[in-house]
């Protein structure tokens, strides 16, 4: 089992920066993948960032070249934080941190945190 705790997150201004942390507690030795998904309202919820153990990272072509995803670990927990340059409103929506696990790849949700971003 792994619980995930996201903090970060609020509203800005178009063009403003936001970041977003999450923090992975309890069988981190099994996570292979961490990423934030997001869902606007209305729409179905969709990848931002992944990044795997190895520190590959694949992003959503409309985040590219203004998101930046790290991962780090202390102790036992693991961290997941993306940096959010130049918001757009259409940025606006539920941001939710996931972890893939290692052998049967269980999945993991945090409780979503809420980025809104003003014309």
């Known amino acids: 089992q792994v619980q995930l705790v996201e903090s970060g997150g609020g509203l800005v201004q178009a063009g403003g920066s936001l970041s977003l942390s999450c923090a992975a507690s309890?069988?981190?030795?099994?996570?292979?993948?961490m990423g934030w998904y997001r869902q606007a309202p209305g729409k179905q919820r969709e990848l931002v960032a992944t990044i795997t153990s190895g520190g590959n990272t694949n992003y959503a072509d409309s985040v590219k070249d203004r998101f930046t995803l790290s991962r780090a670990k202390v102790r036992n927990t693991a961290y997941l934080y993306l940096q959010m340059n130049s918001l757009k409103p259409e940025d606006t929506a539920v941001y939710h941190c996931?972890?893939?696990?290692?052998?049967?790849?269980?999945?993991?949700w945090g409780q979503g945190t809420q980025v809104t971003v003003s014309s």
């Open positions: 996931n972890v893939l696990t290692t052998g049967v790849g269980a999945q993991y």
């Open positions: 309890g069988s981190i030795f099994s996570i292979n993948v």
